[in-house]
């Protein structure tokens, strides 16, 4: 009988996982947070926290079922412990329990100091069935940005860029206009829209001008993000247009304008500073889109968690070499001639 339940809690659990995607793009700082909620084997409700400040997964999902008298007969299904605190919304441990639910499955625990098993304890408390650790590894991964957040006290950071066969990523002069693959210019911006920030240093600034927008890809831009150390870049590149929010790190000085921050930090542990400020904003996660130098700081202080990398058929001879990191592949795909690896930090 305990397997069948188990099966079951599975594929509820993978509906949940699938919920809580839908709101990629639009919750952060917040995790993403799916709901099904389930009676007599069929589900009457479900729900996915939509935007940040708004209803967490579990009102949504509570809303949605006609029948309210059917709650204390049915199992919630949630990916992450219901919050126990009181944030811009009021936990949702009470309101289950409000509402006599007779159990609730969850895949993972919140890492949030403010919940960390206190939902589990309340509902417990209340005399609600728990079961925990349902699709454990898949709801980790799903809320991998918010887990790195809580856990490392710094945002969860994506390495890309692009090499030749032979290993470059630019030509001598920094010029590396070579990755004309339409197809992964609109992945690349598609990728803008799930992460809350992207960065640049100095020369890839101003040697490709780069708008750092979302423009083949429909979602919101990420705050762009420049190292500048000694603020030596024109102010008329894109990056200074003040049309979206731009944080510019350098050692000299602090000053706010209208959609751009420059932030003085210390030279010693420049990226380990670099990623606290950005913590301390909240931004959760962050893309590294180069050049060579800038990813290899990353890279040799062990401050990185995923890298994608494109390489296409083309051979240059010389130029700037691509980093060297000591990732795990994890997956492999081609992608109109260019072949696109992932691979994880091995910390």
């Known amino acids: 009988m305990l397997k069948h339940d ?24 917040n995790p993403l ?11 009457i409700g479900e729900g996915w926290h939509k935007k940040y400040g708004e209803a ?16 204390q007969h049915s199992t919630v299904y949630v990916n992450l412990e219901p919050c126990s605190h009181t944030g811009k919304t009021p936990p ?8 006599k639910v007779k159990k609730v499955v969850i895949a993972n625990l919140d890492s949030n100091p403010l919940v960390a098993g206190n939902g589990v304890k309340k509902l417990r408390t209340a005399g609600i069935d728990v079961v925990t650790g349902i699709l454990e590894k898949q709801g980790r991964d799903l809320n991998k940005r918010f887990f790195t957040f809580m856990e490392k006290n710094r945002p969860y950071t994506i390495l890309k860029w692009a090499e030749t066969a032979d290993g470059f990523v630019a030509h001598e002069n920094f010029d590396s206009k070579w990755i004309s693959n339409e197809h992964a210019r609109q992945l690349v911006h598609k990728w803008r829209t799930e992460e809350d920030a992207i960065l640049v240093g100095a020369r890839t600034a101003a040697y490709d001008n780069p708008q750092l927008n979302v423009r083949d890809w429909s979602g919101r831009n990420p705050v762009r993000i420049v190292i500048d150390r000694y ?17 510019c790190y350098n050692v000299l000085k602090h000053e706010e304008h209208e959609n751009l ?4 930090i210390d030279e010693d542990k420049f990226i380990y500073n670099l990623l606290q400020d950005l913590y301390r904003r909240k931004i959760q996660s962050v893309i590294i889109e180069g050049g060579a130098s800038t990813l290899a700081m990353f890279i040799d202080n062990n401050l990185w968690d995923e890298a994608r990398i494109f390489t296409a058929p083309q051979k240059f001879g010389k130029g700037i070499q691509a980093p060297h990191h000591p990732g795990i592949l994890t997956e492999q795909h081609m992608l109109a001639g260019d072949s696109l690896s992932f691979y994880r930090a091995m910390h």
Do not use: W
């Open 6 to 29: 188990h099966h079951i809690d599975e594929v509820f659990m993978q509906r949940t996982l699938e919920l809580a995607q839908l709101g990629r793009g639009h919750v952060s700082p």
């Open 33 to 43: 947070v799916g709901s099904v909620i389930v009676y007599e084997g069929k589900i």
């Open 56 to 71: 967490h997964a579990e009102v949504n999902a509570v809303r949605s079922v006609d029948n309210k008298n059917l709650l």
């Open 231 to 247: 603020l030596k870049l024109s102010s008329k590149l894109h990056l200074f247009d003040k049309k979206q929010h731009t944080l």
């Open 261 to 264: 921050s420059l932030v003085r």
């Open 92 to 99: 949702c441990a009470d309101m289950l329990i409000e509402h």
